[in-house]
């Protein structure tokens, strides 16, 4: 038995060497279904990433754009904004010199209505007046009170005559 256990020693050797190249080479087969695995899906994740980038990119040019519109709107808004304050500040400044018109007419036409009543109140003094001393003389009367009123004149209208461009209005 001396001389075949050596044989089978070698045998079992190599045997066991064979097992573990077959080892080897189902991890190396293994590994490599693995790394073509992981190639297939580092260029699936290449390619997500490259169309990542373009859409980032077009995100970008529409924000700028979007951007771009903003602040145009937002120049025109104060724009707007200055324009109906000077807008508002002229119908103001308008409307107090029209009051300032009408409070002058109606201070005109009272002062005049008063001017009317003294005048009346004057002429029925003169009348009495009048009255009194022809009754002192006995004399005729000259009238016999009931006036004939002249009718009174309806004022001219004035036409308004239009004014050139750049003419100012100093009413």
Do not use: C, Y
Not at 28 to 55: C, D, H, N, P, W
Not at 66 to 87: A, Y
Not at 92 to 106: P, R, T
């Amino acid at each position: 038995m001396a001389p075949s256990a050596p044989r089978t020693r070698a045998a079992a050797a190599l045997r066991m060497k064979q097992i573990a190249l077959d080892n080897q080479d189902r991890t190396i087969r293994r590994l490599r279904i693995q790394l073509a695995t992981e190639i297939r899906g580092l260029a699936v994740t290449k390619k997500e990433l490259k169309e990542t980038q373009v859409a980032l990119e077009a995100s970008h040019k529409v924000i700028a754009g979007l951007t771009e519109i903003g602040l145009s709107m937002s120049k025109k808004i104060e724009k707007m904004k200055v324009k109906k304050q000077l807008v508002k500040a002229n119908h103001v400044e308008g409307h107090q010199k029209f009051q300032a018109h009408i409070h002058e007419a109606e201070d005109s036409m009272q002062a005049q209505h008063m001017l009317i009543e003294a005048l009346v109140d004057e002429k029925d003094s003169l009348l009495q007046t009048i009255h009194d001393l022809q009754e002192a003389n006995n004399a005729p009367a000259p009238f016999d009170g009931d006036w004939e009123e002249e009718p009174e004149e309806e004022p001219e209208e004035i036409e308004d005559i239009p004014l050139g461009e750049g003419e100012i209005d100093d009413e």
